[in-house]
């Protein structure tokens, strides 16, 4: 079942963060925001069951957590995402760096969510991307875009593009659909689709008509 | 020495007298047997001079010098045209062989080594003596060619008996045939069973011997064949030469023997096993059988260098003990035979404390070395563990609270809607929290990687290459894990290379490589700038080496003026 087709009216969330009065914070925005939160977890374990138990649309997992305070968010995502596959998932990490990403990407980035923890701050943005991935889009944090895009790079083609075909390639980097890059940059859909087709020859890519296998094609790109 | 000079001398005026005396050429016929016997005689004199001096507690030297005037004197009292002297000349002419056989038994240590072999001397010298007393009352000097101008026999009777004399030289040829038999029996008993030194000591005996009883065989038997004078009076006395020839020489050798001993420690190499060490002493003493022995830890005997157990306290016969000086553990074995060169066995002694004591300090030296660098490494992993719980309690403490102040601002500031005032100042405390945790993220990472404890060095790396200022290219890193020490190692390398690409070396690209080759891992890190990075200068490079160092690797930099800095670390990696 792909996420997208589940009805948004209350979307149901479990919240696995180890740290009390965050997760505290959390289920509280979250409701507030309208959202089910239909279970909290310390560690990776009681995610695991809660998420079993509760068969949420979305979950919401800080990446290091008990007992080894490594990697064990992670680890429990990408085991929810192989047991329950419609269960959209949003990784919390505090780094900006990208080799966890593309462990979570690697399968099917539909309905996959790599955020900065810090965004939690942002309570309208961060709902918003709980809805996208419980719609079944990629919501890459623009601040890991951001770097990406920004690397020094040697005769990149990256440095051919246009100002405005960088920012289309960093939203569609961070998950956009083309709708939603019109309405940021104020350009209508035909301007944005006239502007990936060139970006995409420009950087030798195949045009990819879908959105997850575009956002991996591009951050593969900008991360070699 | 001046005694030994005086009684050399005397024997050679003696020598050189008597050919004077017997009017000079006396038997022209005879000139060249007789300079040859002059010559033999003389040269016992000689070797026995060398004995006294190689071995002053072995009484070879004395023995080599009765033989030597035994053999000698008969031929100058013969000479002397005295009838006394012709007559005792005559008379002594064949006892020369007893002492020789007697030289033979006792070598090298100059004594007999049983009642048996003691007897067996006097038994030579016995019937030496008494066979000649005995032939001697029935020849006449004429039976031997000898005319009215030879001296005159005082102790013959009447006018003589040739058969008498024959059947008695026949008795005594035969009787001394035996003896020889049993002499040269023992001496090549001796020599089986001598090892070592003494068996080398032995060589110039065993030609001595072989040359005597040649002799023996053919005067003593009284063969008559056409080739027995010649043997007797041509190849015999030439043979007998041999003997004191080949000691005098192997002495001169034996001399050089010290030399020997300081060639073959200054050829040891340093912290040579104490295998080496014994051949190289054994070599220098020329004994073979030497053993350098150590007692065990638990002092329970000795074992030598083959780990075979020594006796020490109570040796095998024939073995002599002495202990190195300066070493309470070990100890040389050795033939007994080279206590008659107590100087020689002296020098090997210090040489071999010498050589231990300096094996003794290398192997404390690389000890404390060991020890310097084990603990230089858990330095070094110490601190490493230290910033990872440093970036560990950072990440649980203040980023999670930084996080939660995050939170709980957002929802200050939604609730704060009705009044803007409100609104931005909570918005620029979020602002402040959010550039924060920023900068915390940014300190905990310099701190330690999280992602090269979680994820390995290929994702360390990628991270490290993605921050880079400079456009960083990654041609090899190797997938799996590694020992932690080395991870951290490489990426500190890398770490270290890119922020000094970043800073001097006015690049346009930089390079990272990690190969994994047998048992080791290479990092090298280059680029395209200025060059000129001094390893020695800037305390970055220096730090690098040192923790390169630490886990027992080595750190090259390569950095000509304008061509680019390369940066290669060499890591043991099993």
Known sequence: ?224 | MSRRLAVLTAGAIAAAGSLAWSGWPPHSDYLPILICYEVIGLSFLVAGIAAWARWPASRLGLLFTIAGYLYLVPYILVNLANPVAFTIGNLSQGIYTAAVAHLGLAWPAGRLRSRFECGVVIAEYVTAAGFSVAAIVFWNPAFSGCDASCPANVLLVGDGSRPAGNAINAIGGFVGLVLTGIVLTLIVRHWRSARGWSRRAMIPLIWLAGAVGAEQIVTGSALDLPLSSLISFGLAPLVMLAGPVLFVISTVRARTAGGALGAAIVDLEPGASPGRLREALARALGDSTLQLAFRRPDGTGYLDTAGQPVEVDRPDPGRVVTRVVGSERAVLVYDQGLELEPQLVRLTAAAASMALEHSRLQAEVQAQLEQVRASRARIVQAGDAERRRLERDLHDGAQQRLVTLSLALGMARDRAAADPELGSLIESASKEAREALTELRELARGIHPAVLTETGLAGAIQALVERSPVATTITAVPAGRLPAAIEATAYFVVSEALTNVAKHAMADSAEVTICQRPGRLVVEVSDDGAGGARPEGGSGLRGLADRVASVGGALRVDSPPGCGTRLKADLPCP
């Not at chain 1, 740290?19 to 509280?28: A, M, Q, Y």
């Not at chain 1, 961060?126 to 020094?152: C, H, K, M, W, Y």
């Not at chain 1, 104020?186 to 995409?200: A, C, D, Q, R, W």
């Open chain 1, 1 to 224: 079942m792909i996420p997208g087709l589940k009805d948004q009216a209350k979307l149901r969330v479990v919240i696995a963060e180890d740290t009390v009065l965050l997760r505290e914070g959390l289920r509280r925005v979250l409701t507030d925001a309208g959202l089910d939160v239909a279970g909290t977890a310390g560690d990776a374990e009681q995610l695991l069951s809660q998420v079993a138990a509760a068969r949420p649309d979305v979950v919401l997992t800080d990446i290091r957590m008990p007992p080894t305070q490594t990697t064990e968010g992670l680890q429990a995502a990408l085991e929810i995402r192989r047991r329950w596959p419609g269960t959209a998932v949003i990784v919390l990490s505090q780094h900006v760096e990208t080799e966890h990403l593309f462990e979570l990407l690697a399968g099917d980035p539909r309905g996959i969510g790599y955020v900065l923890k810090e965004r939690v701050a942002d309570i309208a943005q961060f709902t918003d991307a709980i809805r996208r991935v419980a719609a079944g889009e990629s919501v890459i944090d623009p601040q890991v875009v951001s770097r990406l895009v920004a690397r020094p790079r040697r005769d990149s083609p990256l440095e051919t593009l246009t100002e405005r075909e960088q920012a289309v390639l960093a939203l569609m980097a961070e998950g956009r659909s083309n709708h939603a890059i019109a309405n940021q940059l104020y350009m209508s859909p035909k301007t944005v689709e006239t502007h990936i087709g060139n970006l995409f020859a420009k950087l030798g890519l195949l045009p990819a008509a879908e959105d997850h296998r575009r956002v991996l094609a591009v951050l593969t790109y900008l991360r070699q």
